[in-house]
């Protein structure tokens, strides 16, 4: 098995317990004996998808045809991450009580949000990291001083931090299992216009007292959190933990609908949707609009599986576009923001102070 036969072969298994011909052909696979195993494991891991993998499996009964080791390694993670989400549950809770008793009411995001909807048949499956919420323009700041005073504090200790965007910076308070990131945005300036609270707020949804968003803005966000976030879409991968909610999200809304609802964000998360349809192997509820620029961004996400070497000079110089792409947004907002002049001042002069430490 090359990479790209291990990613399909992973994605395919990820959808067994709702796809039948799937189902039917990772069993003959299975069967066959020629599964990297090695391979496996490190793909899955590096999309933080194995315990959804392995429950998916467990469900089709499809243990008994992978090597025993493998089979505890497995089941010793989901088990982990099962406790762990137990516990960011009870931390949902909490968060929600506390917020909600100051008047503030918090729409959850997200990996947290998509546990709280209830989409995953295990909550095993889904590896979560943050705890993220998004707020009203005039909720965010009492949001931020409600949090710090119930005790959460900075995870990252430093003399000064940078202006906040989309998010404040990440807070965690002691014996609580995960960080938690207080939004005001869901995405970069460039697009803030078009997704954001006063889009999602219109169609949430209420379940067992926690505000979600609507199947439809779930689905969007797992692409946004991809395509744009992570800059997927320059550099044309695919993440599983978010295809995998795009799939799962697909079969609760009609995924080509729910992208059709944004005009600018609309071709990169036609793309992803594209490329989910493509490694989940042509099922029905991730139908996308078949464009030229999908077309092209299909050939291009195709190539680069088989072709590492010039992946990975592509992605060098993407990654140097990017970084000075970011580097004159920042001076564009020392421009305009006296918060960030100020940062920028902080930041320059803390260099030049160690610089002539170290000269001395």
Known sequence: MNYKETLFFIAKSLTISLEEKNRDDIKIVLKSGHVNWESFVKVSTNHYVMPAVYCNFKRADFLKYLPSDLIHYMQYITNLNRNRNMQILHQLEELNSILLSNKITPIFIKGSGNLLTGIYEDIGERMVGDIDFIFSKNDYPKAIKVLRNFGYTEVEKLKYYKPSGKHYRRLKKENSI?????????????????????????????????????????LNLSIIANQINDNGFYYKTIALRNAYDVFLLSKKTKAKDAVNKLKNLNNPL????????????????????????????????????????????????????????????VIYKCIKYKDYRVWLFKKVTEKIWDLKNILI
């Open 270 to 329: 036609n793309c992803f949707l594209a490329a989910c349809y493509e490694v989940f192997n042509k099922i029905e509820s991730l139908e996308y609009n078949n464009t030229k620029m999908v077309a092209v961004y299909l050939r291009e996400f195709n190539f680069q599986l088989t072709n590492k070497k010039i992946t990975k000079i592509r992605y060098k110089f993407i990654y140097i576009y990017l970084l000075l792409k970011s580097k004159f947004m």
């Open 178 to 218: 995960a960080a938690i990131e207080i939004h005001k945005e869901l995405l970069p300036e460039m697009y803030e216009n078009e997704f954001n609270y006063q889009f999602v707020v219109k169609d949430c949804q209420d379940i067992k007292g926690f505000t979600l968003l609507s199947y439809a803005n779930k």
